[in-house]
């Protein structure tokens, strides 16, 4: 029995220690992609859409390790959670990183920088969303149920952020700033600055995941802009 209890607490802080390091690849990778954007520089962005392929590598990776889990140690209660948390949150992950690429992409397809007045709010923006991101993931790894209710309760940060960005950019198509930028630059920038946006949200559903993992009770009625 001792020896059984040993393997399944093995088994879960194997797959914790993916989590956790697959949350410090998606940040890292957000963050670089803001780098690569703030200073147009194809090559950092060039290197961060090749960086997806490890976080589609980690994803996979986990998913069955949770899933073999649940076939060979059929946990009940508390540990049913850890897997069926630890496959959830990997996918949201996932995401953050393909949102990641997609900027880095637009980046790489834009014609000019953008002038700082326009790239900066859009950068405050995604270090926002990749802060949020980070302290989940730490939230995570802590197993602190009350970092990740924090981080759900934040939300709508983010979401006031990202309105103001957009009225920003409407308002410097309307003014001379516009032509520094192609109007297909302008498309990428909103873009650019949903993705952004979007990278809070999952960051926000991992805040839901976690909280539950730990406490068994699901966050309901999540803040609204």
Not at 153 to 176: N, P, Y
Request: glycine share 8%.
């Amino acid at each position: 029995m001792d020896h059984t209890l040993k393997a399944v607490d093995a088994d879960l802080g194997g797959l914790t220690h993916g989590i956790a390091a697959m949350g410090d690849l998606a940040v890292s990778q957000v963050r670089a992609s803001l780098d690569a954007f703030l200073g147009h520089d194809l090559d950092l962005a060039a290197k961060v859409v090749r960086g997806d392929d490890a976080l589609d590598i980690q994803d996979s990776e986990i998913e069955k390790a949770a899933v073999r889990f649940i076939a060979l140690r059929q946990p009940m209660a508390d540990d049913l959670r850890r897997p069926i948390a630890a496959m959830k949150i990997s996918m949201q992950l996932e995401r953050c990183g393909d949102l990641g690429k997609n900027i880095a992409k637009r980046v790489i397809r834009m014609d000019a920088a953008t002038s700082p007045d326009v790239a900066e709010p859009i950068a405050e923006l995604g270090r926002l969303s990749a802060d949020r991101l980070a302290a989940v993931v730490g939230a995570f790894r802590n197993g602190d149920a009350q970092g990740a209710y924090a981080v759900w309760l934040k939300d709508t940060e983010i979401d006031e952020r990202h309105e103001q960005v957009l009225a920003g950019i409407i308002a410097s198509l309307d003014g001379k700033k516009s032509a520094a930028q192609t109007a297909g630059d302008w498309a990428h920038l909103l873009f650019i600055a949903k993705n952004l946006e979007r990278i809070g949200d999952h960051a926000t559903n991992i805040a839901e995941l976690v909280h539950y993992q730990i406490t068994g009770r699901e966050l309901e009625d999540r803040p609204k802009l």
